[in-house]
C-alpha cells in the first residue's frame, strides 16, 4: 500500500505560479510512475502530468510549456512546477501512483483555482 498527500493548492491570479507537492508513504519501492490529474466541476478526471521511475515526463497538450513534474532523488516527493496559470486549470489536482501488484492510489486531492 501507498499513502499519497498532495499540499500546495490555493487561489492565484491568471499568469500567477504555484507549486504542488505530493508526499508518498508505504510501499515506495512498489512505485512505478507517478502523476498529477485533475478533475474541474462537471467534469471528469483528466490527466495532467505523468513521471516514470526513471524520471520521464509526460504532458498533456493543455499544460505542455507551461507545467513541470519532478521528483525527488529519493522517489517519495512528487512536484508539479505550475507557471502562466489559466482560470481553465481551475480544478481539484489529485496525486497518483501506479507499480507492482496492482498498485493504484491516489491521494485526498488539493484545489487550485485560478481567479481571472
Known amino acids: 500500500q501507498v499513502q499519497l498527500v498532495e499540499s500546495g493548492g490555493g487561489l492565484v491570479q491568471a499568469g500567477g505560479s504555484l507549486r504542488l507537492s505530493c508526499a508518498a508513504s508505504?510501499?515506495?519501492?512498489?512505485?512505478?510512475?507517478m502523476g498529477w490529474y485533475r478533475q474541474a466541476p462537471g467534469k471528469q478526471r483528466d490527466l495532467v502530468a505523468t513521471?516514470?521511475?526513471?524520471?520521464?515526463?509526460h504532458y498533456a497538450d493543455s499544460v505542455k510549456g507551461r507545467f513541470t513534474i519532478s521528483r525527488d532523488n529519493a522517489k517519495t516527493t512528487m512536484f508539479l512546477q505550475m507557471d502562466s496559470l489559466k482560470p481553465e486549470d481551475t480544478a481539484v489536482y489529485y496525486c497518483?501512483?501506479?507499480?507492482?501488484?496492482?498498485?493504484?492510489?491516489w491521494g485526498q486531492g488539493t484545489q487550485v483555482t485560478i481567479s481571472s
Open positions: 508505504g510501499s515506495i519501492s512498489s512505485i512505478n510512475t
Open positions: 513521471i516514470t521511475s526513471s524520471g520521464n515526463p
Open positions: 497518483n501512483a501506479r507499480g507492482k501488484y496492482y498498485l493504484n492510489s
